[in-house]
């Protein structure tokens, strides 16, 4: 079973707990993620590098992702402009604009969508494609990113399983091992 759909043994019954107690496991569990983090900043930062020169020489870094691994790409690209100055970061997700706001099923798995909502902001040779996706078997990621190869992009992996098939298609792959 992949890990990102074991079940915690740290929340199992979280449910039936106090607030408090409830509280303190995902105050727990959230420590873990700057632990995962700090394993990979080496990678992390030969991403930024990477998305910093395509940028420096006229290309994106285009976010792309399904359900919520989508929704956090839409927002941080959101705040690159207000943030950084730049207009050079985007975001595509499954479903369009109306999956940002209510889920559309099913997109997810479709790995020609993404090929076909690429071509619509024109993904080129000179771009760093990052896909981002919790377990890194999303079917939309990994199309994604295969077409992104074939147009001589740059591919940067993110994930939560350091088993995931996004691995060969990333010129860097980030898996933050933070467990189920």
């Known amino acids: 079973m992949r890990i990102t759909e074991r079940e915690n043994p ?16 995902i105050n727990r569990e959230d420590q873990r993620v700057a632990a995962a983090v700090a394993k990979t900043i080496p990678k992390i930062a030969r991403a930024v590098d ?4 395509a940028i420096r020489l006229g290309g994106r870094m285009i976010y792309l992702g399904a359900g919520t691994s989508g929704r956090l ?12 100055g ?7 997700i499954a479903g369009g604009r109306g999956a940002m706001f209510k889920s559309k099923e ?29 377990s ?17 992009a740059k591919t940067v992996g993110l994930t939560a399983d ?4 996004m ?12 467990g189920p």
Do not use: H, Q, W
């Open 10 to 25: 740290a929340s199992v019954g979280l449910d039936t707990k106090p607030t408090r107690a409830i509280l303190r496991i």
């Open 50 to 53: 990477m998305a910093v020169r």
């Open 73 to 84: 790409g839409v927002l941080d690209a959101a705040e690159c402009l207000p943030t950084f």
């Open 86 to 92: 730049s207009d050079r970061v985007l975001a595509v």
């Open 106 to 134: 099913g997109t997810e798995d479709n790995p020609r969508e993404a090929e076909r909502d690429l071509r619509r902001v024109k993904l080129s040779g000179k771009d760093v494609l990052v896909g981002i996706s919790a």
């Open 136 to 152: 890194g078997y999303t079917p939309y990621v990994l199309g994604g990113m295969r077409y992104a190869r074939r147009r001589g």
């Open 162 to 165: 350091p088993a995931a098939p």
């Open 167 to 178: 691995k060969s298609l990333a010129d860097v792959f980030i898996a933050l091992v933070v």
